[in-house]
């Protein structure tokens, strides 16, 4: 599809095997009855990818129409139109809806860019609200496991900071780095590396979190409620920031290089390997404590929690194997058998998190590779 409009456009068409949509699924088509499906020894599956970027984007300059409440879907290609009556039907829940008065010169021939066949994504890119008030800094807070072999972690700390040369000056960078346990880096501390320490071996609430990094005080929570005033106030007098400040977490983009190239030592702590044994990797207590840090603090503000992980979780909430070797990583039938010892409360753990994620507003990118049972 993606050619279609690439031509359409005059552009010399691009190969993009996503295609406009941003969707890819492990097959072209669904299996199209029961003996296929379980015919598939890996199970449907689609990567979707709703904010890619897309040269061929069309950006219409206007917020979407949606259906009533408490549907919500917003028109599209999909939904059939009543020109004469100026009615579209949901093709989610065949809501009749109107048009609302804006829209009253559309017709066969003149259709809004939204319904245009080629067009199932589209950007919306209305006028701001509020022109003066600036929105907050966008959020990157990286998690990096440690259980590496050093050339891995190596390649892993420079593709980091490629990234993170690739973000916006103004935007705010964070550390979280896990093996057996978990260290958050206090990024503001310039003077010398401080690090937060958690077990990785317990579960961790939210409020705990606080607490120990001395954020609990009802002055964060207000700061958190009224968006992010506290980062235009900066450091103190002294260079440093208040202790009951989020901002001691997280650094702009601008000044990043130096203190990550600073944290190189403490990166590399909980590189143990035992023989026979996995590493010890908390990646649930991990993804807990960013995921907590940023909640109390910038919730409903654009934040990205990044993780680079290199094998299971072992250990702690969230952990899908032992560290024996000898216990083989659940395979797809093993699910399927109920047959995985750590599956039901793993999915618990992480069913919370993604709850906890989603009610914040926030993002997590995990990028996984572990090549031992190959
Ligand atoms: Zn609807």
């Known amino acids: 599809m993606s050619d279609d409009i690439a031509v359409g456009g005059g552009a010399t068409p691009t190969p993009d095997p996503d295609g406009p949509d941003g969707v890819r699924m492990t097959w072209n088509s669904w299996p199209r009855s029961k003996v296929e499906a379980s015919k598939c020894v890996i199970p449907v599956a689609a990567s979707i990818a709703p904010i890619r970027a897309s040269p061929f984007l069309v950006v219409l300059p206007y917020a979407p129409l949606r259906c009533k409440p408490p549907c919500g879907a917003v028109l599209n290609p999909f939904a059939r ?4 009556a100026k009615i579209w039907i949901c093709p989610f829940c065949f809501s009749r809806n109107h048009f609302p008065p804006h829209y009253a010169g559309i017709n066969e021939t003149n259709v809004p860019g939204e319904l245009y066949s080629q067009c199932t994504t589209v950007e919306y890119a209305p006028p701001p609200l509020d022109a003066a008030a600036p929105p907050p800094p966008p959020v990157f807070l990286f998690v990096l496991d440690t259980c590496l072999i050093e050339e891995e972690l190596g390649y892993v700390k420079s593709a980091m900071r490629r990234a993170i040369g690739l973000l916006p000056d103004h935007a705010l960078v964070g550390l979280i780095t896990f093996g057996t346990q978990v260290h958050l880096h206090e ?39 009224t968006g992010a005033p506290r980062y235009t106030k900066g450091p ?10 989020v901002y001691r977490f997280l650094l702009p983009a601008s000044d ?32 807990s ?29 969230g952990m899908i194997v032992s560290k024996d070797l000898s ?9 399927d058998k109920d047959a995985a010892p750590h599956f039901h409360k793993a999915i618990k753990f992480y069913d919370n998190l993604a709850k906890q994620l989603v009610n914040q507003g926030h993002v997590l990118d995990l990028f996984a590779s572990a090549l031992d049972q190959v």
């Open 81 to 84: 139109v009543d020109f004469f």
């Open 289 to 317: 404590v960013a995921a907590g840090l940023l909640g109390a603090c910038v919730a409903g503000t654009g934040v990205r929690i990044i993780a680079l992980v290199g094998g299971p979780c072992t250990v702690g909430p």
């Open 236 to 245: 103190q007098p002294n260079g440093l920031h208040p202790s009951t400040s």
């Open 256 to 287: 990043c290089d130096y203190t990550l190239n600073s944290v190189r030592s403490p990166i590399s702590f909980s590189h143990i390997f035992e023989a026979g044994n996995r590493a010890l990797r908390c990646t649930g207590v991990a993804l």
């Open 187 to 225: 990024l503001g501390f310039a003077d010398m590396s401080k690090i937060y320490v958690f077990r990785g071996t317990k579960e961790i609430s939210k409020e705990q979190i606080l607490d120990h990094l001395g954020l609990s005080s009802a002055g964060v929570r207000h700061g958190a409620v």
């Open 327 to 335: 216990e083989p990583v659940r395979s797809q039938k093993d699910l």
